[in-house]
């Protein structure tokens, strides 16, 4: 291979890729832009899922631990870890000319920083953090929305350490308030990395209520401004999605606005129906046949079947 073709070859094609990285920036990055690190925020959300669902997550809580001793060195830890993260993260947003700015409770400083992006961190970071117990008020109940809606389940257990619909879950309900706080990309990272293990895409933004439950799960999609009710259950293959998108005058598409549906309460949805539309409405205990495709409201009590 050191032959003088293959020398030519290699001075040929390492000349292009070279100026293929000055030349189109957006799909590489050189110098410092303090990108965070995948692999540190997947670490984090499993320090985080220990927090939740300690012993199925992370290390063993002894029986006989003192628990504010033991969660508090956990805690204490974790919470330096997530700031230096998050303001990792929140001087990557400002140099990329994100809305980051508007985390700060008084005016932004024209040029942040270490010890203002610190300050802001500390901050977001204990806010989330205060609603871990929450979380896994809101888990409990998933977990047991499983446990009651699918015959096959014979424990919790079982549910929390092999339903990839309780996976998807876990990880969205530890994503969304972040995506809450205004915090970017930490919590879609994190979404991601579940639905890579469990084949369920759920955008931290969907808003969902209490006793949700995805069975089997692969294939499943739910867009960023769903609403979800409580005790609503999906089968794999659903999508919750968007009907269209409102371009500017320039042709880009315009962002933010309602674009994917609203879940009444006690809905159920079969496999591989899909629902879209930021006007569509899907009224309480309706329930969707599988297969069928639904671009308009439904009223409440409502049964929609494919008839094809």
């Known amino acids: 291979m050191n032959s003088p073709e293959n020398s030519r070859w290699l001075r040929r ?7 293929s990285y000055r030349e189109k920036g957006g799909v590489n990055i050189i110098g410092d832009r303090h990108l965070p690190s995948q692999r540190e ?13 300690p012993g199925y997550h992370g290390q063993v809580l002894p029986r006989e631990a003192d628990l504010e001793l033991m969660v508090g060195a956990r805690l204490d830890a974790l919470s330096r870890e997530l700031a230096a993260v998050i303001a990792q993260t929140l001087r990557f947003c400002c140099q990329s000319g994100c809305s980051c700015r508007e985390l700060w409770e008084d005016e932004a400083p024209e040029a942040p920083d270490d010890e203002a992006f610190a300050a802001v961190s500390r901050r977001l970071t204990r806010r989330y953090l205060e609603q871990l117990p929450a979380v ?5 109940q998933d977990v047991q929305a499983a446990f009651e809606g699918d015959p096959a389940a014979t424990n919790t257990e079982e549910i929390i ?9 876990l990880v969205h309900r530890l994503a969304h308030p972040l995506y809450e706080l205004g915090v970017p990309l ?8 579940a639905h890579h293990r469990s084949g369920v895409d759920i955008h931290p933004g969907a808003r969902i209520g209490r006793s949700f439950f995805i069975d089997h799960g692969t294939g499943v999609v739910i867009g960023e401004t769903t609403e979800i ?3 609503v259950k999906i089968y794999q293959g659903v999508t919750l999605g968007a009907l269209s998108f409102s371009r500017n005058p320039d042709g880009t598409l315009v962002k933010g606005g309602k674009r994917h549906p609203t879940i009444g309460d006690r809905v159920t949805i079969y496999a591989n129906a899909t629902i879209l539309g930021g006007e569509t409405v899907i009224g309480d205990d309706a329930v969707i046949g599988g297969g069928v495709w639904i671009t308009e409201s ?8 494919n008839t094809r």
């Open 13 to 19: 094609v390492t000349a292009e890729l070279a100026a």
């Open 41 to 53: 925020i997947v670490r984090l959300l499993e320090d985080l899922q220990g927090l939740v669902f």
């Open 136 to 140: 896994r008020d809101l888990l409990e």
């Open 161 to 169: 350490l092999c339903y990839p619909g309780i996976t998807a879950i």
């Open 186 to 193: 930490l919590p879609r990272i994190m979404n991601e990395w």
């Open 229 to 231: 009710g409580e005790r």
């Open 298 to 305: 439904v009223p409440a009590g409502a049964k929609v079947l």
